[in-house]
């Protein structure tokens, strides 16, 4: 089911975090040297762009903020989540679960071992907890901070889920009530 999980592509989105909302339309690719790059088309405001780089790197030597990072991080800081997690460690978290997600389109080994209904998976020493049921697909990290990212797929058609939410929860709390502190919804075109 992960490789139903949809993280390349085009589709429309949604951006919320704190009391901003952004509505745009996106392109993500997986270049060949295995940078992961969203690039958004925000009305009033144009193209910004999203580089998570070198996927095969479990830490990515260099870290050039783009357009699209530089939003989310000043929306952190005016919504004041740097309380929560940074904005640099956020977008090294989102960079982790995109990671997991495209392992096998870029080489990586995956591990899981199923625990009751889930399973614990793991990749280059980090630790995420999958589960699935008829509605949904989930990937969830804990962060060091109590809370945890936790990438939702949603409404399966024949060859992949047409939804992948990105949630950002402060804690155990936030993430049962669903009341997330960042989302980024992002809809696929077939």
């Given at each position: 089911?992960?490789?139903?999980?949809?993280?390349?592509g085009e589709?429309?989105?949604?951006?919320?975090l704190?009391?901003?909302?952004?509505?745009?339309?996106?392109?993500?690719?997986?270049?060949?040297n295995?940078d992961?790059i969203l690039a958004?088309q925000?009305?009033l405001?144009?193209?910004?762009?999203?580089i998570l780089?070198?996927l095969?790197e479990?830490?990515?030597r260099?870290?050039?903020?783009?357009?699209?990072?530089?939003?989310?991080?000043?929306?952190f800081s005016?919504?004041k989540l740097?309380?929560t997690i940074?904005?640099?460690?956020?977008?090294?978290?989102?960079?982790?679960?995109?990671?997991f997600n495209l392992?096998?389109?870029?080489?990586?080994?995956?591990?899981c071992?199923?625990q009751?209904?889930?399973?614990?998976?793991?990749?280059?020493?980090?630790?995420?907890?999958?589960?699935?049921?008829e509605?949904?697909?989930?990937?969830i990290k804990?962060?060091?901070?109590?809370?945890?990212i936790?990438?939702n797929?949603?409404?399966l058609?024949?060859s992949?889920?047409?939804?992948t939410?990105?949630?950002?929860?402060a804690?155990?709390?936030?993430?049962q009530?669903?009341?997330s502190i960042?989302?980024?919804?992002?809809?696929?075109?077939?």
């Amino acid at each position: 089911m992960l490789d139903s999980v949809k993280l390349i592509g085009e589709g429309r989105g949604r951006l919320s975090l704190g009391q901003s909302q952004y509505v745009f339309g996106f392109d993500s690719i997986l270049k060949e040297n295995f940078d992961w790059i969203l690039a958004v088309q925000i009305p009033l405001h144009g193209e910004e762009v999203m580089i998570l780089p070198n996927l095969k790197e479990v830490k990515p030597r260099h870290e050039e903020m783009e357009s699209f990072e530089e939003r989310i991080r000043s929306d952190f800081s005016k919504a004041k989540l740097n309380k929560t997690i940074s904005a640099k460690a956020f977008i090294q978290e989102l960079r982790s679960l995109v990671r997991f997600n495209l392992g096998e389109r870029w080489g990586g080994k995956r591990i899981c071992k199923a625990q009751q209904n889930d399973f614990l998976c793991e990749l280059d020493g980090e630790t995420y907890l999958v589960s699935a049921n008829e509605k949904e697909f989930s990937i969830i990290k804990s962060l060091k901070e109590g809370g945890s990212i936790v990438l939702n797929a949603k409404n399966l058609t024949e060859s992949f889920f047409a939804q992948t939410d990105i949630r950002l929860y402060a804690n155990a709390t936030d993430m049962q009530k669903k009341n997330s502190i960042f989302s980024l919804e992002l809809f696929w075109k077939n």
